[in-house]
């Protein structure tokens, strides 16, 4: 099928969507709709940088990646035959790879001409790098990620389990749910016994809105239709610390989801001047954070930098 260039983006639905919404509305206008087409060379000035700066990412975001591209790998490989790596191998792919990244980053002239194919980290865009200190804590991080990867209770079950599904990084699936495309594949899939194993690989700490994301996994399983149902066993594994949670998700719990998700894609809706195109209102009309302590770290800060300016100063006097 012929690549078709639309005016406005497809409509969908996934968790990093709703938690962007519900970060900030301005954030949200940002990624899905002020940046379409802005790789056209007849796009707008706005747009253009819009969709410039949705590429640039962080040290935090790359080593989740390379976590996660490594877990992929590695258990495939095993799967397929392959002996279970050292600890030390993984820990030197990582960081061949997030050297990678540090090197392209400071091509800016390439990431100027295809900011769509060359990592631009952004303690290089805005500033000289990273600090020694947040080099060695991502350093240390890698380390025990990969460590307690290989440790872990999921990967022991999901290389002996007899079918397994990971999730490639590059590519996303979708179901479809009330004509909407929802986009919620979990890290790893495999059956254990009777029950489903729905594992999410986490990089970082605890947060409370880890343990629903597991539902809305759950649905993903049940509205995949090519599988044989059966009971859902979800599995928050946080690789920097080695601890794992185990949440078994109900009908009900899945139920319950349903609707929130419904809920977040009703509320999603209330910012389109035109729900059928999904045409966005005016960019005003997603109002900036209120808690603004954080926009400097936002990718789309310079976009916003001087109405955030003008709302600093707005006051009685």
């Given at each position: 099928m012929a690549f078709e260039i639309r005016p406005n983006p497809d409509f969908s639905w996934s968790q990093s969507r709703r938690s962007t919404f519900r970060e900030c509305p301005r954030k949200y206008y940002w990624q899905y709709y002020g940046s379409h087409n802005g790789w056209l060379d007849e796009a707008t000035d706005e747009a253009r940088r819009a969709w410039r700066l949705k590429k640039i990412t962080n040290l935090y975001m790359v080593?989740?990646?390379?976590?996660?591209?490594?877990?992929?790998d590695t258990i495939l490989r095993v799967r397929g035959g392959g002996a279970v790596p050292d600890a030390a191998d993984l820990i030197e792919q990582g960081r061949g790879r997030l050297n990678r990244a540090w090197l392209m980053s400071q091509k800016h002239e390439e990431w100027d001409r295809s900011p769509?194919?060359?990592?631009?980290?952004?303690e290089f865009y805005r500033g000289s790098g990273p600090s020694r200190d947040?080099?060695?804590?991502?350093?240390?991080?890698?380390?025990?990620?990969?460590?307690?990867?290989?440790?872990?209770?999921?990967?022991?079950e999901a290389v002996e389990a007899p079918a397994v599904e990971v999730k490639e990084v590059d590519r996303l699936d979708f179901v479809e749910l009330d004509g909407v495309k929802v986009y919620a594949q979990p890290d790893l899939l495999y059956k254990l016994g009777d029950a489903w194993r729905?594992?999410?690989w986490k990089t970082g700490a605890?947060?409370?809105?880890?343990?629903?994301?597991?539902?809305?996994y759950a649905v993903y399983l049940q509205e995949r239709g090519d599988l044989p149902t059966g009971p859902v066993i979800g599995r928050l594994e946080y690789l920097g610390t080695g601890d794992a949670v185990s949440v078994p998700v109900s009908d009900r719990d899945c139920a319950e989801e349903r609707q929130k998700m419904a809920d977040s894609v009703?509320?999603?809706?209330?910012?389109?001047?035109?729900?059928?195109?999904?045409?966005?209102?005016?960019?005003d009309s997603f109002s900036l954070v209120e808690d603004t302590r954080r926009c400097p770290q936002c990718p789309f800060f310079e976009l916003c930098e001087e109405e955030l300016a003008a709302a600093d100063i707005a006051g009685p006097f």
């Open positions: 080593l989740g990646t390379i976590v996660h591209e490594l877990a992929a769509n194919r060359v990592t631009m980290l952004m947040l080099v060695e804590k991502i350093r240390d991080k890698l380390y025990a990620c990969l460590r307690h990867l290989l440790s872990s209770e999921s990967f022991r729905i594992v999410d605890r947060h409370a809105s880890h343990s629903p994301q597991l539902r809305t009703a509320a999603m809706r209330t910012y389109l001047a035109d729900p059928v195109r999904n045409e966005a209102l005016p960019r």
